[in-house]
């Protein structure tokens, strides 16, 4: 579930492709929080061993990308391609801060609400041209076009009012409001406008082939088999130390487990069922180990505030308090998870670690539920007020299954405190067409982190109820929605991040929502693979990121391929 | 019997064009929509209200049903699929890529369930109740009953991991080997898909045939045959299998468009490029016109093989086509 779901911010999914050969740079402006130290399990392996450049890394990828236009892209195999070929404006480092890439330097007006970005020179396309302000226009351009399908970017612009070159060499952008956060939007890889011209934006080409101005350039791509990327001749930064990245598309977990296991792969993604099963598979240890992080990502449920159930801030406190955390963490995740209590992950800048989480406490609960009028007047066994039983349908994803376990343990506790909820596993489509079109009253839900944006106000604001946003829970509370809104206009970290732990205390004693846990991200690797850094913001969505790797030689895999 | 083909014919118009709309509207009328589709339980996102409307547009979705109807059929009747929303591509392109993988894999598993099911059918018919009959079909339905994905990852983790002996997953090495290896090695990543898709069907096949020849063998011309001396295998063979392949004809009509529709767990599971993920995929994330095009191509399919299958049968038995 933690993959599971939803969230936004994929959004901004984007946001994170990282490169190589980025330099930090002089961005003046906004520069984000300093993220806390990583808890544990955060690695850097960037100093260990003498990287060897040449050999083939084997990548997998869960499902086929739709296209590898930047613009275009709606999911994570798009961007782990892109990674390699494609370099940003600007990206994000390990700590969570914003640093140059192909713009060298950007400076922020002091109303907070236009950029001015300068490109690197030297930066050309593998067709030798430049990269120019008109390819950063161009892209951004699209990206607000109304008939360009871009779900990653277009949230990021939807504010943008202008954007035009002041020269080949940088262009400036205009927002129409103030915003501390705007300069993430540009973690953004560009398209060669030159490519385009007298083509169909859509079924271009290069959508399919696209042009690298990275370190890589893609070399094949075989429908639904893999992707193979080999070195870009023209690319003159610091360069990846593989010579070729092969992509396969393995949709199967297991298989892709197995896969590791001979030595097809060098890396997947596993869940905790695959861990536990790599501890006690001898094979498995001698060739490769787990790789285990806490990214930006939680689950939470979700309670729709709009409903008589839940409408009253004890209730939401009550049910909060009927979730056994401490049991999901140590039964269902084995340890390697963290209860949050608010909306964001304990390594974000604006989560506060002195705000404790509601504790388990059934019999507070019943307290608060029955101050709050639910009591069982019928002798039913079930809670009522004004004629009406408290329960309602708990909505889940059919394809989540620590989703399902969490509402499994929450139904059982509910229906010792009178409250039914019937589990209603649903196909991912019809479930978020009913969360977001607001026809549910519970639904277990995620909040995928793509980019270290903190900002809560899209998902909380009362003002940004659907149909205008995604408050999908209703949430509205006068003194949050303040505090929402002087955080995003601070453009001082340290007065935000103040700002923030003050908001992060509203969400704990008027809980929107259930908030469960943050859960580490699992990844099994090749032992040969080394060079590992993780952020925050998990293996990939951040610079270096898998540029980083490196293969170590003498390692089977190459031979071990039938 | 041109008049019988025509009247079978003019029937298979209707049933497709009912087939068409059917599947036209369980699609359009399915909660979900190709902007709730976007992201996956894996990587998700909301989309507001707003974003959602726009993406209706771009994708022609916010005309009225009967409008996209008209739309989709007009481009029909000219041979045009439409394009795919995820990539834009015409939906023709995608099918065309991936229907070699997949009539290769189950034209094999088809052609290897015969060829063991039938002696199996056969063997235990002439001898019902038999010792071997007893235990085929003891074994048989344990095989029929393996879930696939269990069995597929069994047999991956034997063959592939522990042995070695087979490849894992895929169509061919990468990179592939030239010339005649190269034909070894898609050989060689056929075997496990092959075998996953072909245990499941022999109960059915097996037990089939026994009971055409079980049938048959009772037969008057069966009991002449073994009196003019003709031995008991080619009794069976050459005279109550011959029979008893009848209905296993028409059955077969039924089961070649089958072909086309690949296996969603076998091919996900084998990574294999074929119609069956491309099918289940488009469904998730409401691809209308490749779920549709797919659809179209599977009912054209079962219904020409439906027909063929008629045909062949009036051919083969005078009585069909005189009673029609």
Redesign the interface.
Known sequence: MK?????????C?AACRAKEGARPTAGVGPTPTEAPRPALGFLDESREGTPVAGGLLRRRL??EP??LNAVLQ???PEQQVLQYVSRQLVDFNSRLELVGNLAERWIVSDDGREYRFDLQRGAVWEDGTPVTSADAVFTIRRIVD??V?S?VF??LFADLEVIEAVDPASFRARFRERDAFHAYAFALPLLPAHRFEGQSF??ARD??APLSNGPYRVARW?????I?LERNPRWNGAAGHFDRI?F?????N??AY??L??G?LDETWIDQPLKERSALDR?FQTCCRVVELYNLDYNYIGLNNRSPLFSDSRVRRAMTMLLDRPAIVQGLYRGSARIISGPWAPDSPAYDASVTPLPFDPQEAAELLSQAGWRDTNGNGTRDRAGREFEFDLLV????NAGRQIDEIFAEELSRAGIRARIRPL????F?????SGAYEAATL?W?AADPNPDPFP?WHSSQV?????N?AHYSNPSADRLMEEARRELDPEKREAIYHRLHRVFRNDPPVVFVVNATQKYAFRRRVRGLITSPLGLFGFSPGPLSWWGAPGDDVSAG?? | MISYVLRRLALAIPTLGGIVVLVFLLLHLAPGSPASAAGSAESGRRVSASAREEMRRLYGLDRPLPERFVRWIGRVARFDLGESFADRRPVSERIREALPATLVLNGLALFFTLAIAIPIGVAAGGRPEGVFDRTSAVILFALYSMPVFWAALLLQTLLSVKLGWLPLYGVSSDPAPAGLAGVADRLAHLALPVMCLTYASLAFFARLVRAGVVEARSQDYVTAALARGVSRRGALWRHAFRNALLPLITLLGLLLPGLLSGSVIVERIFAWPGLGRLYFDSILSRDYPVVLGLSLVGAVATLAATLAADVAYAFADPRVREES
């Open positions: 993959r599971l779901g939803p969230a936004i911010l994929l959004a999914l869960v499902g739709a296209t709606s999911g994570l109304a008939r399908p779900p277009k949230p859509l079924k959508n399919r075989k429908t639904q088999e893999s193979e092969v396969r598309i393995v949709p199967e297991s298989v197995l896969a296991v001979e097809s094979r994803s059919a394809g989540s196909e991912w489509a019809t978020t067409d009913r969360v977001d995620g995928a998902y659907p149909p205008r946003g995604i999908i391929r039938k």
